[in-house]
């Protein structure tokens, strides 16, 4: 039995309360300021501005490790691991990234990460019944509620309300803000019918990570490959990870993770090494 994971089958998320170390807040949060702060700088649309920071662990990046610490932390591991119910040795490294406020007020309009909203209701329902084999999440360093969900939705087609409704709308029935405070992790399953509702006024920082498993679909890991992280991934120097948090295990985990995700994405077939459990 596992609790994050059967809350994040139910609902469709699962919030841990305070999983971030109240000693690590401070560094991430300064971490955060600095390359949100160059980020702003090489916006070259600035009419728009912008509302995220990708690849944390660019080695070109400043503080690439302090992000690749929190990302490969025990804290994020331990609750992958219980959610897709895997050991260490099988996840695959994804995507880092950081959600910050924006310059003016904006939205999302309500979706499905990996679906699309054309879909006949049957399709919907296949696909939402597939075995769940990557994990995201949402790290807050500040209170965050801009996640809008309707819980319950990554298990069933959209009701006839939900797929007539503006994509703006502002109160879908069962809709519900996940309310995060600073240090507090939420996975959510990102086919749970959600949007994102942005405040110019409320500082956001928050880490929005990804990871997969081995023996899932390779053209997910061809995806985040191919998403600029095949770019660079190979210069990450993971071998530093243990001057900060001393910690050899971690290093190596994120050596192999980043293995795997090359070995997938490069059409390799790499299998799990238990059964799924759904
Ligand atoms: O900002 C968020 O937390 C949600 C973002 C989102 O909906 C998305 O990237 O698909």
Not at 48 to 74: C, E, R
Not at 124 to 138: D, F, I, T
Not at 217 to 235: E, S, T
Request: hydrophobic share 40%.
């Amino acid at each position: 039995m596992s609790n994050l994971r059967d809350q994040l089958v139910q609902d469709g998320f699962v919030r841990i309360p305070s999983a971030l170390p109240q000693d690590q807040l401070e560094a991430l949060r300064a971490a955060c300021q600095d390359v949100t702060q160059l980020a702003r700088a090489g916006d070259s649309d600035t009419s728009k501005g912008i509302w995220g920071v990708q690849h944390l662990m660019h080695p070109d990046l400043p503080h690439h490790n302090t992000f690749a610490a929190s990302y490969f932390a025990p804290y994020i591991i331990n609750a992958v691991t219980e959610i897709l119910q895997c050991s260490p040795s099988d996840l695959v490294l994804e995507l880092y990234n950081l959600l910050i406020r924006p310059d003016a007020d904006f939205a999302l309009r309500w979706h499905r990460d990996d679906i699309g909203p054309e879909v006949s209701a049957q399709e919907e329902l296949n696909r939402l019944q597939e075995p769940m084999l990557h994990a995201q999440w949402n790290l807050a360093l500040y209170p965050d509620r801009s996640l809008v969900v309707v819980p319950g939705s990554h298990v069933r087609s959209r009701t006839e309300e939900e797929r007539s409704a503006d994509p703006f709308e502002e109160n879908l029935p069962g809709q519900m803000v996940v309310e995060m405070n600073a240090g507090d992790i939420i996975f959510y399953n990102n086919n749970i019918l959600h949007r994102g509702v942005y405040s110019s006024e409320a500082e956001r920082m928050t880490l929005h990570g990804s990871m997969g498993i081995v023996g899932a679909d390779p053209a997910r890991a061809r995806n985040v490959l191919q998403h600029g992280v095949g770019a660079w991934v190979d210069r990450c120097d993971f071998s530093r990870l243990q001057d900060q948090v001393n910690d050899q295990q971690l290093s190596t985990l994120a050596q192999d993770m980043r293995s795997r995700l090359v070995t997938m994405g490069s059409g390799q077939v790499l299998s799990f090494s238990q059964p799924f459990n759904e």
